[in-house]
């Protein structure tokens, strides 16, 4: 998600084109989500949290409930076995 493993993400080029948009229509300033989502790629080295991490804090920022999201993949993993 956040290119740690040597990928460029797909959110990237997305947050570029949405940017580019924002430019185009004379919006300035930049796309927070966007700004925010490229400090955390930019986190390398060996102190840095991993993805999984890294994804639960973005998506903490987002105001998403992740505890709600992991127990519903607990349960549903749970049901499946």
């Known amino acids: ?3 740690q493993n040597a ?3 797909p959110f990237h080029s997305d947050g570029e084109n949405i940017e580019h948009l924002r430019r185009e229509l004379g919006i300035a300033e930049p796309f927070p989500l966007f700004r925010r989502y490229r400090e955390y790629c930019q986190m390398k080295g060996s102190n840095v ?3 999984p991490k890294l994804a639960m804090e ?3 920022e987002l105001g998403v409930d992740v505890l709600n999201i992991v127990g519903s993949s607990d349960r549903a993993y749970q049901k499946n076995k």
């Open 49 to 51: 949290p991993g993805e």
């Open 1 to 3: 998600m956040f290119g």
């Open 58 to 60: 973005f998506l903490k």
């Open 7 to 9: 990928i460029v993400p």
